[in-house]
């Protein structure tokens, strides 16, 4: 059996971005497949008592952060750019994510990135989700298709899940014996686990 | 010349176990100087808001920080246990840290670090203080000196340079082009900054 990551996202959070751009060549390089699941970290948050994203509530915080991705995504090679408001609202996009499965999930989250922190774009926005999946080779009009109640009460579920496995920020990562990674830069340590866990 | 980082620290701050018992050999490999400066947080979170370390207002991050520096720390083969209460009031240590200059303060700090982090022991207790002196090779009555008024001006003052350099938490270093990375996690791209700075 191959080793497996979750690796839990919200298209809000901006070290999810750096993490969906780099996980696929990390975890592949050391052999582990990862499962993208979207979710929401809004009713997370709120359960911390926090109104609003850290990075506003504690500005100081709020300007390293911008200033420690642009050294980040630096040496990566990745543009970045925040988006203004920020956090942007996820929600469109989420239900979209939570609507696809597989390779499509994991190319619609990466143009969505893209677009919102490569490019500083809105992604709060029909038209802007419509070419975050015109950009992964989808069918924009999966934009309406994903606000059923169907795919609505799957990201809710995905979101008390991501909870009950002890998230509270995003990106993170889990192992498949329920070791919870937190932040960009515990995915190498995360990969590492679960192939030590799976020997 | 040779690059140099600062190295502030907080004997409260659980991630700055780690970072002062690993900066020494991190940084000799890369060449680079460390300037070791004590200081509180307290004054810096009140200013956030805060009234109590971040772990305990948001009890989830308070459990997740253990287990994350079980793992860093077990990595790093350094035993690691939680002082009851946390954090603990470093205030005394501080001090005495103060009071000190180069390798004295550096061994001194590294056997409160040992103290507190390492035997989960109070560091808020002058027998404490007295042992850690001990420990670093020091003259015990140390720890009535330190409470001079000279060395409690130089701490505020201290704790004051580390606000004005953006210090919002700890560990934290700052390069000599006055870059901030803060976390024990972000010791090596420090240095790695100081070193491509200086050349």
């Not at 750096?18 to 582990?32: F, L, Q």
Request: charged share 20%.
């Amino acid at each position: 059996m191959t080793p497996t990551i979750t690796f839990w996202f919200d298209f809000a959070s901006s070290y999810s971005y750096p993490a969906a751009m780099r996980i696929d060549r990390v975890a592949a390089a050391k052999g582990v497949l990862v499962e993208w699941r979207p979710m929401l970290l809004g009713p997370i948050f709120a359960q911390q008592g926090w109104k609003d994203s850290p990075f506003n509530l504690y500005p100081v915080k709020g300007q390293y952060m911008v200033r420690d991705l642009e050294r980040t995504c630096g040496a990566l090679d990745l543009p970045f750019q925040l988006p203004r408001p920020f956090p942007q609202n996820s929600l469109m996009c989420a239900r979209i994510a939570t609507a696809l499965e597989g390779a499509p999930r994991q190319k619609f989250a990466q143009a969505v990135y893209q677009i919102e922190f490569g490019e500083g774009r809105s992604i709060d926005d029909p038209l802007a989700a419509a070419e975050a999946l015109r950009r992964a080779g989808l069918d924009a009009a999966l934009v309406e298709k994903a606000q059923q109640d169907s795919v609505k009460n799957a990201l809710r579920a995905a979101t008390e899940e991501a909870q009950a496995a002890g998230v509270f920020g995003a990106p993170a990562f889990v192992t498949a014996d329920s070791e919870l990674f937190w932040g960009n830069d515990r995915l190498e340590q995360a990969l590492d686990w679960a192939v030590a866990g799976h020997l």
